[in-house]
């Protein structure tokens, strides 16, 4: 696995999962959580890993806990925004660990510092910067970008170059500002996947 900003190394295979659920079925759970006291603990967590990497105070926080399965299922992507003004993403579908908190700090890490398209987070902004996890699900073909939901899907591209591009909901401002976002050229197939949204 190669996570790059929001840059998948491979699709997400649908696949039952250790307790016989689909990746859809996972996914809906997913879904249900994000509307829970828990999902809030998780980003209250990030915040305070991010406070703690930007400011050398150690987060105190315990790890969180209770979340759904997302390993050999979910794709996981963070993504950083500060005003309506995404400053980094990164991600992956496919997972050095199973360990939810382990694969976020990394991801948070990747979104604060490894972005070529952002500057890194500056140490002045980052109270003021929300941090937006998406839990990725499989992976459909598209002949047209336009027709993706933006609101509750992201797109996946591949490139002529072999390099892949994964853009999530929380990156997209509309459809105009998407297509100012995908390569005019060398994009060999496009795929859509739904996602579920935690801020």
């Not at 190669?2 to 999962?17: E, H, Q, S």
């Not at 659920?21 to 991010?50: E, F, N, P, Q």
């Not at 496919?94 to 972005?115: I, T």
Request: hydrophobic content about 40%; aromatic content about 8%.
């Amino acid at each position: 696995m190669k996570p790059v900003l929001a840059t998948a190394a491979a699709a997400l295979l649908a696949a039952a999962g250790p307790a016989g659920l689909t990746a859809a079925d996972s996914l809906a759970h997913w879904a249900s959580y994000a509307r829970t006291a828990r999902a809030g603990k998780l980003v209250g967590w990030m915040r305070c890993v991010m406070r703690e990497e930007m400011t050398g105070r150690k987060c105190e926080a315990g790890k969180p806990e209770g979340a759904p399965p997302f390993f050999g299922r979910h794709g996981i992507f963070v993504t950083l925004v500060r005003g309506r003004t995404v400053r980094g993403c990164y991600g992956a579908f496919h997972h050095k660990s199973d360990d939810l908190a382990l694969v976020l700090r990394e991801y948070l890490m990747g979104a604060l510092r490894c972005d070529p398209r952002h500057e890194p987070l500056d140490e002045s902004e980052y109270e003021e910067t929300d941090i937006v996890i998406t839990v990725a699900g499989d992976r459909f073909p598209v002949d047209d970008p336009d027709l993706i939901d933006i609101s509750r899907e992201g797109l996946a591209l591949s490139l002529e170059d072999g390099g892949r591009l994964v853009f999530v909901p929380a990156e997209f401002r509309s459809i105009d500002y998407m297509k100012t976002k995908i390569p005019r050229n060398g994009v060999v197939q496009a795929f859509g996947f739904r996602a579920v949204t935690i801020r």
